[in-house]
């Protein structure tokens, strides 16, 4: 949080403007390190705490001015006026004088909770299917039938075997 604050501090003086501190939660699932969001007028930069906690240097290091110069991106452009990872961000990250070529990384994530969306198994005439818990719903509850694109019979729980 400290270092984010830095990094804004900064931006004000790289760009002589007063970009407010805006909130930092360590919210962030799955495999995402960080992520800036802005929404209506409230600008938050969400991290993994999964994540920093396991690579805290690296992430102190990269992830925190990444998300800091999309925010500053955002106010010096602003929304959705120039590409994510574009020239003006890059700018800005050389500004921070930090490399803005890996944009993603590819960390071990071993240790590290992402979610698993749960699937269901189903079968048609032909083969078996693994459908996602709102199709699953949608079927239990008569809402909506699926049927399968090879064979065109309509998929249905499959039953276990043992
Ligand atoms: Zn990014
Ligand atoms: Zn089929």
Not at 8 to 31: H, M, T, W
């Amino acid at each position: 949080m400290d270092v984010t604050t830095q990094y804004i501090q900064r931006a004000n003086k790289i760009y002589r403007r007063s970009f407010e501190v805006i909130p930092v939660c360590f919210d962030l699932k799955g495999r995402a390190a960080g992520m800036y969001r802005v929404k209506k007028r409230e600008r938050v930069i969400r991290y993994n705490p999964y994540i920093f906690a396991k690579y805290f240097d690296d992430n102190v290091a990269e992830t925190v001015p990444h998300e800091v110069a999309h925010y500053i991106t955002e106010k010096l452009y602003g929304v959705g006026r120039v590409r994510p990872h574009g020239f003006e961000w890059g700018e800005i990250m050389g500004a921070f004088g930090v490399s803005s070529k890996r944009v993603s990384h590819r960390y071990d994530m071993k240790g590290i909770p992402v979610r698993v969306h749960q699937r269901f198994a189903y079968r048609c005439g032909c083969t078996a299917h693994n459908v996602t818990s709102r199709r699953h719903k949608q079927m239990q509850n008569g809402i909506a039938t699926f049927l399968c694109r090879r064979c065109g019979e309509a998929i249905t729980p499959a039953l276990a075997t043992f």
